[in-house]
Each structure stands twice: as structure tokens, then as C-alpha cells.
């Protein structure tokens, strides 16, 4: 076992893993932050999605250790200091964008990570950059919109509504 240390949502936070322990893991298992959501364990589905470092990362891609030292966002972090929801959260809540909600924690830190990138995409930019976040629920078009609401661009009909 090892301790490792980072600073999540912009708080210090550290805890025991062996070299072996998934990010994703240690984010739950260890902090407690379960809004980082494990489905495939093999990079396929992107729900584990969080940023280390400013970048866009699967948690389960990385050991807990590689990130140590290191600054992560996680879906924790993403809502207004008083606790509302933040524009990308509330895009999503307001354009349907979720159905079950699995996918919603990796959707919403891949949009952010999009945004940051890119203020103003088109549908073609998002459907792109979506292409390692799966979604079995909605289809992807909410999902869409929301994202083209939270960059504040109109919000058209998208293709096969």
C-alpha cells in the first residue's frame, strides 16, 4: 500500500492504494466520491470520465498513484460554489439530457472538458467529441442540445428528432 495524495475539486485529499488501484476506484472507494461512475472497467463507456491535470481522462485508464500529486475534477466538483446547479448541469436537466443518469456524470465532465476546448461547437464538434461516452438511454440528441444550450448557442432541431 501506498499513501497517495491529490487535490480534488480543489481540496486536498490523499488515501491508501495499492500500485494496482484503478483512479476510478480510489475516487470511490477511498474519497467517498461516488459520482464517478464505473461501467465497463475497459475505456469503452466513458462514465468514469473526470480531468487530472486540466485533461480529460477515463479513471479507469489510470492507477490512483499515477495521479498522485496530481489536480482531478470530478462531478463533485462541477456545481456552483452555492451549491445550484452550474450551466452544463442545468442544460442537461433542462434539454432532457439524461434518462437513467449512468452516463450523466462522464457526459457532463466530457462537456465541460469540450467547452473549455472549444466554446462554441457545432453538432458535428459534440457528436465527435462524445465518441468515447456511451449512452444506452437517450439517443444522444437531448444530450446535444444540451451541450449547444450550455455554450449558449441556439438550440435547433437536431438531426433524427
Partial sequence: ???????????????????????????????????????????????????????????????????????????????????SLNVIQQAFQDHHGLQCGFCTPGMVMAAASLLEQNPKPTEADIRHHLEGNICRCTGYHNIVKAILAASGQEVPAVAAE
Fill in 1 to 83: 500500500m501506498m499513501k497517495v495524495t491529490m487535490t480534488v475539486n480543489g481540496k486536498s485529499m490523499s488515501g491508501d492504494a495499492e500500485g494496482r488501484t484503478l483512479l476510478s476506484t480510489f475516487l470511490r472507494e477511498e474519497l467517498g466520491l461516488t459520482g464517478t461512475h464505473i461501467g465497463c472497467d475497459t475505456s469503452q463507456c466513458g462514465a468514469c470520465t473526470v480531468h487530472v491535470n486540466g485533461k480529460q481522462v477515463k479513471s479507469c485508464t489510470m492507477f490512483a498513484a499515477e495521479a498522485d500529486g496530481a489536480e482531478v475534477a470530478t462531478i463533485e466538483g462541477q456545481a456552483n460554489a452555492d451549491g
